[in-house]
T-cell receptor, first 113, second 120 residues
């Protein structure tokens, strides 16, 4: 299972774009990259998933370079309610149980007014 | 999207008693569910994989006789913390992945709301 490394914490202000990078140097060919958001005392919630290049949905974008050894979660125009812990998971999620993926330390994002 | 529900959300018990936590997939079947434990300011730690109709698979260091898991149906897994002690106090979370019991696999995990256990 691929090990992931993320910054422990990040600070931002309302209305700014936030980019959180995750390193996964030993990502395997069949591995996908999935990001989750967790608020205090709640279970994590799916944000976005990708395999290569760029993926965008209504809440975020995910940028994956050609070598796939890292990925960047981009949150446009954050608000106070985006203050949470963000985890990136890497694994063969479409063919095996995604729940076996290891949760790294995550990135605690604090959005200030 | 798919929904996974946990119950109870909070439980306080006396040391030495047993506590059962339920995890239900409300709108999909889940042959496999996962149980995690999360201590304050820490990440989720996978405890075990719950398999419908068969024994759970426990991660290294997790006592199977302490944390009993039963997955009797395709929509329900239970975690029983037996003879609970204060050090078992934690936030317990379950998850499931739609599609593994049939249908398209999206690779997305759905998590329950979590259950906070406090052992006095």
């Amino acid at each position: 299972l691929a090990k992931t490394t993320q910054p422990i914490s990040m600070d931002s202000y309302e209305g700014q774009e936030v980019n959180i990078t995750c390193s996964h140097n030993n990502i395997a060919t069949n591995d996908y990259i999935t990001w989750y958001q967790q608020f205090p005392s709640q279970g994590p919630r799916f944000i976005i998933q990708g395999y290569k290049t760029k993926v965008t949905n209504e809440v975020a974008s995910l940028f994956i370079p050609a070598d796939r050894k890292s990925s960047t979660l981009s949150l446009p125009r954050v608000s106070l309610s985006d203050t949470a812990v963000y985890y990136c998971l890497v694994g063969d999620h479409l063919n095996t149980n995604a729940g076996k993926s290891t949760f790294g330390d995550g990135t605690t994002l604090t959005v200030k007014p | 999207g798919a929904v996974v529900s946990q119950h109870p959300s909070r439980v306080i018990c006396k040391s030495g008693t047993s506590v059962k936590i339920e995890c239900r997939s409300l709108d999909f079947q889940a042959t496999t569910m996962f149980w995690y434990r999360q201590f304050p300011k820490q990440s989720l730690m996978l405890m075990a994989t719950s398999n419908e109709g068969s024994k759970a698979t426990y991660e290294q260091g997790v006592e199977k006789d302490k944390f009993l898991i039963n997955h009797a149906s395709l929509t329900l897994s239970t975690l029983t913390v037996t003879s609970a002690h204060p050090e078992d106090s934690s936030f317990y979370i379950c998850s499931a992945q739609p599609g593994l019991a049939g249908g398209p696999v999206t690779g997305e995990l759905f998590f329950g709301e979590g259950s906070r256990l406090t052992v006095l």
